[in-house]
């Protein structure tokens, strides 16, 4: 899969969370920059983005998404 694929994917998940087909994803995306994003929103983008590539996530690896995309605390 290539970074395009994963990255129309990705912005997939955002909008269908979201319930926003405007929201648009770059790397340096935060919680910040996306209006509604809580915590639920956070359990929800990580089990959408767990079934939408077909993997499963550990809890260090999801901590660790915290850290890097969810710089406003959420």
Do not use: Q
């Given at each position: 899969m290539t970074r395009a694929e994963i990255h129309a994917r990705l912005t997939a998940v955002f909008r269908d969370v979201f319930d926003d087909d405007a929201v648009e994803i770059a790397d340096a995306t935060s919680a910040k920059d996306i209006r509604g994003w809580?915590?639920?929103?956070m359990v929800?983008?990580?089990?959408?983005?767990?079934?939408?590539?077909?993997?499963?996530?550990?809890s260090r690896e999801?901590?660790?998404?915290k850290n890097e995309i969810g710089r406003a605390h959420v």
């Open positions: 809580d915590s639920v929103k929800k983008l990580v089990l959408a983005a767990e079934e939408r590539f077909g993997v499963r996530m550990r999801i901590d660790a998404l």
